[in-house]
C-alpha cells in the first residue's frame, strides 16, 4: 500500500511555516521598502535644497505635517554636516513607512500565531501517533497470547499504514509457517504409525518362515525369504527417497532430455515384470520432443507409473504411453485397459501409504506419492483420471518456463 498524506495534516504543516515565511518576509521587505524610500526622498530634498537654500524651511514645514518628532530648531544647520537633509531634520528610514514599532508588533503577532498552530500540530501529530501504536501494540500482544488471529485494525492510510501492512504480513506468515509445523508433525506421526504398519507385514512373514524352518528342518521358505526381505528394501529405498524429498536434499541435474528415450528405458527395466505379469508396455514414437528434466528421476517417476497400471490390468492388455508437444508444455499419457480408478480413490491416489479399493497385497502405497513429488520438483504436474472408453490414465505435462 501506497503512502497518501491526508488534506489536514497537508494544512496543519504548511500553514505554520507559511506564517512564519510570511512575517519573516513582511518585515525585510518593508525595511528595505522603507530605506529604499527614505534615500530616493532625501537625495530629492538636498538637490532642491542645494539649488534653493530658501525652500528648506517649507520642505521641514511639509515632512513635519505628519509630526513624526517634534520640531528641531537646529535641523537646518545639521543636514550641512556629515548627516544626510532628512536625518538633519529627525527623519529616518522608519519614518516614511508604518512605523518600525509597528513592523515588529506584526512579525511578533505572525511568530506567535504560527508557534501555537506548531504546537497544535504537534500536539495533534503526537496524539494520533500514540493512539496507532498503542493500537499496534494491543494487536501484537493478542498475537503473542495467540488471541488476534482474525483481528483486523483501522485499515486507514497514514504514516502507519506500511507498518501496518508489514507487520500483517509478518502475522501471516508466522500463522502459515505454524499450521505448516502442525501440518507436518501431524503427518510425521501418521506417516511413522504407516511405517511401522508396513514393516510389520514383512517382518512378521521372514519370522513365521525362520519359526517353520526351524521345526521342519525340510521346509523350503528360502522363496518366501527372499520375497519379505526384497520388499523390506524396496521399503527402505523408498522410505530413504521420501524423506530427502521432504528435507530438499535431493539434487536433481536438468537437461534436455528426449522424452521417447526415457519411456523406452523406463519400460526395458519393467521387463520382467511385463513378462510375469503378462501385459505389454507399448511406447508410442511420436518423433523427437524433449523435456528440460533430469533423467534418471524422470525415469523412476515414469516407472512408478508404468507399474501401477501394469498391476491394475489384466493379463494380455497393453499399457499405453504417448507423449505431445505444444508451445506451452510436453505432455505425456500412461494408460492401461483395466477397469480404472474407483471414483472415491481419485482425490487421493497421490497420498502417501494411501492404498485403493482394487489395489493389491503387495503395495505399500508409496510410489505415485514419490513420482508425484519428482515430476513437480522439476516444473511439471501430474493428475489421474479414466479414460471415456474405460481405463485408468495418468497425464505429465512438464512446463517450458
Known amino acids: 500500500m501506497k503512502q497518501k498524506p491526508a488534506v489536514k495534516s497537508v494544512i496543519l ?11 519573516t518576509t513582511m518585515f525585510v521587505m518593508h525595511r528595505y521598502y522603507s530605506r529604499v524610500c527614505f534615500q530616493i526622498l532625501e537625495a530629492f530634498c538636498e538637490r532642491l535644497v542645494r539649488k534653493h537654500p530658501d525652500t528648506g524651511q517649507t520642505i521641514l514645514e511639509l ?29 529616518g528610514p522608519g519614518d516614511l513607512g508604518m512605523g518600525e514599532r509597528t513592523i515588529v508588533w506584526i512579525a511578533v503577532a505572525g511568530f506567535l500565531a504560527g508557534g501555537i498552530l506548531l504546537l497544535f500540530f504537534f500536539r495533534y501529530w503526537h496524539k494520533r501517533w500514540s493512539g496507532r501504536i498503542v493500537a ?7 498475537i503473542n497470547t495467540g488471541g488476534g488471529r482474525g483481528l483486523i485494525l483501522d485499515n486507514r492510510e497514514d504514516e502507519f499504514s506500511r507498518l501496518q501492512d508489514e507487520i500483517y504480513k509478518t ?19 501418521e506417516n511413522l504409525a504407516n511405517i511401522a504398519h508396513q514393516l510389520k507385514t514383512p517382518v512378521t512373514s521372514v519370522y513365521l518362515n525362520v519359526q517353520l524352518a526351524k521345526e521342519h528342518p525340510g521346509f523350503l521358505c528360502g522363496g518366501a525369504i527372499e520375497k ?34 526415457i519411456l523406452s528405458l523406463a ?31 524422470t525415469m523412476e517417476a515414469v516407472m512408478n507409473l508404468m507399474k501401477n497400471c501394469m498391476e491394475a490390468a489384466q493379463p494380455g492388455t497393453t499399457v499405453h504411453c504417448s507423449y505431445e508437444k505444444n508451445p506451452l508444455y510436453v505432455q505425456i499419457r500412461i494408460s492401461d485397459e483395466g477397469e480404472g480408478f474407483a471414483k472415491e480413490d481419485l482425490p487421493r491416489l497421490f497420498e502417501r501409504f494411501y492404498r485403493g479399493r482394487k489395489a493389491k497385497d503387495s503395495g505399500i502405497g508409496i510410489g505415485l506419492s514419490i513420482s508425484k513429488a519428482l515430476i513437480e520438483m522439476q516444473n511439471g504436474t501430474i493428475r489421474a483420471f479414466n479414460l471415456p472408453e474405460g481405463g485408468a490414465c495418468f497425464e505429465i505435462r512438464f512446463y517450458s518456463h
Open 13 to 23: 504543516s504548511v500553514l505554520p511555516v507559511s506564517l512564519f515565511v510570511a512575517a
Open 228 to 261: 519379505q526381505i526384497n520388499r523390506l528394501v524396496y521399503l527402505e529405498e523408498a522410505l530413504l527417497l521420501l524423506s530427502r524429498i521432504d528435507a530438499g536434499t535431493l539434487v536433481t541435474d536438468p537437461k534436455p532430455a528426449d522424452v521417447f528415450t
Open 136 to 142: 499496534l501494540t494491543e494487536y501484537l500482544e493478542k
Open 63 to 91: 515632512l513635519k505635517a505628519k509630526e513624526f518628532y517634534p520640531p528641531d530648531t537646529a535641523a537646518g544647520r545639521r543636514w550641512q554636516g556629515n548627516e544626510t537633509i532628512l536625518e538633519a531634520y529627525g527623519y
Open 267 to 297: 519400460a526395458d527395466n519393467l521387463y520382467e515384470l511385463s513378462m510375469e505379469q503378462g501385459v505389454c508396455i507399448d511406447v508410442a514414437e511420436m518423433g523427437g520432443t524433449e523435456i528440460q528434466a533430469d533423467p534418471d528421476w
Open 171 to 189: 502475522v501471516t506468515t508466522l500463522y502459515q509457517t505454524r499450521d505448516a509445523a502442525l501440518t507436518a508433525r501431524n503427518n510425521f506421526a
